[in-house]
């Protein structure tokens, strides 16, 4: 298999820094690119905005995380990093960023949710697993090497 473009969504969560270093280490042995890709998802706030209108906040904290990551995943190796930021529904913004990216493999972290939560929501990478153009990696934060952030 011959890997031209990896997709890495990212939340930001403790286990970005993991994923980031495990897609990473898939860019460098492949030499393929490397997407990082951060969903913004909309929210209803208390100002009564309708429920799914955008956001307010600034990008900027989320720019600077991305950038962050991006120079992680270069400090590992990887050649050719790049970044973006969408709005919208994690899953079918990732899933619609794979097919514009043309990219042969989605790296994505799971969360281990179970239960009721899993049952009502379903979980974001359980849906792009299902449903995603591409061949998909499901990591697991407790598989994800250790970065020392």
């Not at 298999?1 to 280490?25: E, H, K, Q, R, W």
């Not at 990082?36 to 600077?64: F, K, N, T, W």
């Not at 709005?87 to 913004?93: D, H, L, M, V």
């Not at 179970?114 to 929501?121: E, I, K, P, V």
């Amino acid at each position: 298999m011959n890997l031209s473009t990896i997709l890495c969504p990212l939340d930001f969560s403790a286990a970005s820094s993991g994923l980031v270093a495990y897609a990473a280490a898939l860019a460098v042995a492949t030499g393929a690119e490397l997407r990082l890709l951060h969903v913004c998802e909309p929210q209803e706030d208390l100002a009564g905005r309708l429920p799914g209108a955008p956001a307010s906040a600034s990008p900027v904290p989320c720019i600077e995380r991305l950038t962050g990551f991006r120079a992680d995943a270069e400090q590992a190796g990887a050649a050719h990093v790049h970044t973006g930021i969408v709005q919208g529904e994690a899953a079918s913004e990732i899933i619609a960023e794979a097919s514009r990216q043309k990219a042969d493999l989605i790296v994505i972290g799971a969360h281990g949710q179970t239960g009721l939560t899993r049952f009502l929501m379903g979980s974001t990478a359980e849906i792009v697993l299902r449903t995603a153009p591409c061949a998909t990696l499901l990591v697991r934060a407790s598989h994800q090497p250790e970065t020392g952030k």
